[in-house]
């Protein structure tokens, strides 16, 4: 069963994969036309990025960042 994730939440969007999984075409790359090393170098640094934040962080500013997350979550909304 595939992730319900991977379906497109557009109804155009799904309508065109189901034709194209109908037909054996392969969907379009999101990535086509860019450069590959870029998306590659863009991939690096999405993967590292949020680890290198966190050793940067001090305790008392992971502590101040989880109050104003814990907030956030459990506030009054209105």
């Not at 998306?39 to 008392?60: D, F, H, I, Y």
């Amino acid at each position: 069963m595939p992730k319900r994730s991977s379906k497109p939440a557009d109804l155009n969007r799904r309508a065109a994969a189901i034709v194209a999984q109908a037909t054996d075409e392969k969907p379009d790359d999101p990535c086509e036309g860019k450069d590959p090393a870029a998306v590659e170098l863009g991939r690096k640094g999405g993967l590292k990025g949020g680890k290198a934040r966190a050793e940067k962080l001090t305790s008392g500013e992971r502590s101040e960042i989880a109050k104003r997350a814990a907030a956030a979550r459990w506030g009054a909304k209105g």
